[in-house]
């Protein structure tokens, strides 16, 4: 009996040990993930709305217009103090899980670029979404992503298979892709045309 209780005890204060350890490594490394993370934010921002831009964090939240779409953080986009767009970070159900991006609307709401921020769509297929060397147009080396930009939400129809060219075997994640930014589009459109002169 003495030696259960004995195991017991030194089991537990191992346990102690060991759960004070990972906070320990945990307050340490999250000041650098978080760091990361905005480097990460920054450059993305900048990516889908390129320019001498500054970019300010919306305190209110937008809403979409489809419930199977989520509107999360949205960051209007400055220079020389007036607005001239917003940046809009949308999830898109795709095959596997949610797709998130960040998408540049301008005030017209034209796209001015998109970013995959994560997915977990099948390598091969729907991973080509964001995938730089997979062009669906290999003549004038057009990414998956690079045909949303110029493209304009209210105007075009940005539909796979219409006016956006679908990835091979990848039809939901292509349509998922492709709704998101148009829902970001009308979305930063409604918002800049309350707010922008």
Do not use: H, W
Not at 6 to 11: A, E, H, N, S, V
Not at 123 to 133: E, I, Y
Not at 142 to 154: E, M, R, V, W
Not at 169 to 174: D, E, H
């Amino acid at each position: 009996m003495k030696s259960l209780v004995k195991f017991t005890i030194t089991l537990g204060a191992l346990g102690v040990i060991v759960g004070l350890l990972l906070v320990m490594v945990y307050r340490i490394t999250l000041p650098v993930i978080n760091s990361q993370d905005l480097k990460a934010l920054n450059e993305g921002l900048a990516g889908v709305f390129p320019g001498d831009n500054t970019f300010e964090k919306l305190n209110e939240t937008l809403k979409s217009s489809d419930q199977t779409i989520t509107i999360g953080d949205c960051y209007e986009v400055k220079n020389g103090g007036n607005i001239v767009g917003l940046v809009v970070t949308v999830s898109s159900p795709g095959s596997q899980a949610p797709i998130k991006m960040l998408v540049g609307v301008k005030k017209d709401g034209t796209i001015s670029g998109v970013k995959i921020l994560s997915m977990s769509e099948t390598p091969g297929l729907g991973a080509n979404a964001d995938n730089p060397t997979y062009f669906v147009n290999r003549d004038k080396k057009i990414t998956f992503l690079d045909q949303f930009t110029g493209k304009n939400a209210l105007k075009d129809p940005l539909v796979s298979k219409q006016d956006i060219i679908a990835l091979t075997g990848a039809t939901i994640t292509s349509n998922a892709v492709s709704k998101g930014v148009k829902i970001a589009g009308e979305v930063g459109y409604n918002y800049l045309k309350g707010v922008a002169p």
